[in-house]
């Protein structure tokens, strides 16, 4: 099965230029068989969408994304799940995040108030898997590796230079978990990297049984797998 881990959409991320529609067929005309669903998760997210668009509760608004991708996704033939780009309050670093229920982040203020820290024990205790993404793009700080799952040692956006091979170094040199996400916004980012597994992943526990055991292969697709 081939994945994307990291995919954007215009109904909540305000830089994302596709609709849950657009993105959930071009990538599975791209031959894919699930997506992850990330949109931005923060508190400025919540001010833009309240501010822009009028959405009073961002947490509501965030998990009605998610259902409508899987059943837009469902009728496509093309399974998406969960999950989310989180960041926090005191920095600019973005986080994937595979594993959290709406129940769980209910209080999502308190969620990006936390330190990498804290949440690294909250995701711990909750069997969340928690990775930097981009970590050596420009205007990142690479946190402490005990904090983390993971790092996204391959992201294929096109408009920064994510550093993939400092990125690879780094998490070999702490054994860090290692993942790949096209980090698609827009046409151009569709489908340029990928996880490829020959697990069955029909769901999000599927999903996380694969990533933490590392039942997978990167795959750098180019201009478009």
Known sequence: ?????????????????????????????AGYDALVLTNHFSTNVAGVLAAKRGISDFHRAYFECIAAAEEI?????????????LRFDHCANDYLVFGMSADMCRDWRSICAMKERNFG????????????????????????????FGLEVLNTNPRHDGRNRIAEAWADMHHLHKIA????H???????????????VENIADLLRVLKNDLYRIEHCGKGC
């Open 121 to 148: 024990d909250f995701a711990r205790d909750n069997g969340i898997l928690f990775y930097q993404a981009h970590p050596f793009r420009d205007g990142m700080t690479v946190v402490a590796p005990e904090c983390l």
């Open 181 to 184: 996400g096209s980090d698609c």
């Open 73 to 85: 996704g469902r009728s496509k033939g093309l399974l998406v799940l969960p999950g989310c780009e």
């Open 186 to 200: 827009r046409l151009p980012d569709v489908g340029t990297s990928a996880i490829v597994t020959g697990e069955k």
């Open 1 to 29: 099965m081939k994945l994307e881990l990291h995919a954007h959409s215009r109904e909540i991320s305000p830089c994302g230029h596709l609709s849950l529609d657009e993105l959930t067929t071009l990538y599975r005309d």
